[in-house]
Every structure is written in C-alpha cells, then in structure tokens.
C-alpha cells in the first residue's frame, strides 16, 4: 500500500498559484499538490520516462488519498449514526445528507475537484506518451484518474462500513 504525507512546502505553494488552487478548499497540502505536479510534468515537451515513472507514482498515492478518503468518511458518518434510528437519520438534513455523498461520491465537491483537475490535465499534455499516460491502459477512455480514484474511494468506504442498514441505502 502506498504511504502518502503532505507535499513539501514548495509543492504546495505552487499548487496555490496555479490551476489546481481549487484543492485549497479541501486539500491542497495532499491532492491539490500531486494534481499540480503532474500537470507539470505531462505540459512539459521534455516529458520522458522519468517524468512518467513520476506521474504513475503520483497517480498511486491519488488513488491512495481517495481510498483514505472514503474510509474516512464511512468512519464520520458510522459514528455520527450510530444509535440512531433511520428515521432519526432521514430527518437529519445534515447526516442524510452526508449519507447520501457517501453512497453517491461522484456528486461530491471532492469528486467534482478531481474531475476538474484531471480535464485541466489532459487539455495540458504536450506529447502523446503523456496523453497515453493519462488515459491509462484504455487509450480510448476519458476520466481514467477519475474513475481509478473513485474505485478508490468505494473499495475504502466498503472496507470501513460494516453491513449497516442505516448506511447502506
């Protein structure tokens, strides 16, 4: 399993003046930062097999931060429903509503941050190497840091969520 730490500082102060500043919101010290970076990396005519090593590295510890994510959220949310009924749950605006994220991810702030920083990506790759790299095995599929991230982040909800009737709708 990868291992992900905040970015160095000067990671993060570039993510903040750049394209990808939008992570400020949620995290730009994790996400934001390796966005910025491989946006770098594959904008650059100079883009190699050191700077694709690079970007599939940085593409694992994503996938890593979206897995940690959805464990994470499926641990708030399990904590804040526990004890209660499901009607107690559907007349919480807030914990319904945040149920609702967790089962639909792709209507979430974060998921629409990734979506908008991997479009900002693969307007940006300067070489087809990086286009390919992007799009991963599937050279004909769009969204595949969006889609390797939201498996990600369901296989992390699922490993963290009991069967719970109350979570699980």
């Known amino acids: 399993m990868t291992e992900v730490f905040d970015a160095p500082p000067e990671m993060i102060d570039a993510a903040l003046r750049g394209p990808h ?3 400020n919101s949620i995290s730009i010290e994790l996400e934001g930062a390796r966005f910025h970076e491989i946006h770098s990396l594959v904008s650059s005519v100079a883009f190699d097999a050191t700077a694709e090593t690079r970007c599939l590295h940085l593409l694992d510890e ?3 931060l979206a897995r940690s994510a959805g464990h994470a959220d499926a641990d708030r949310i399990s904590a804040l429903a526990a ?3 499901e009607d107690e749950i559907e007349m919480d ?3 319904s509503g945040l149920r609702h994220l967790l089962m639909n991810p792709e209507q979430s702030d974060y998921f629409a ?3 908008g920083s991997e479009a900002l990506i ?3 790759a300067a070489t087809p190497d990086a286009g390919n790299m992007l799009r991963g095995d599937d050279s004909t599929l769009n969204g595949a840091i969006y889609s ?3 498996a990600a982040y369901e296989d992390g909800r699922r490993a963290a969520m009991p069967e719970q009737p ?3 709708r």
Do not use: K, N, T
């Open 122 to 124: 693969s307007g940006s």
């Open 21 to 23: 500043a939008g992570w």
């Open 62 to 64: 994503l996938e890593a």
């Open 113 to 115: 941050l990734v979506a």
């Open 93 to 95: 605006p807030e914990l």
């Open 166 to 168: 109350s979570l699980s």
């Open 83 to 85: 004890d209660r009924s």
């Open 148 to 150: 390797r991230m939201l």
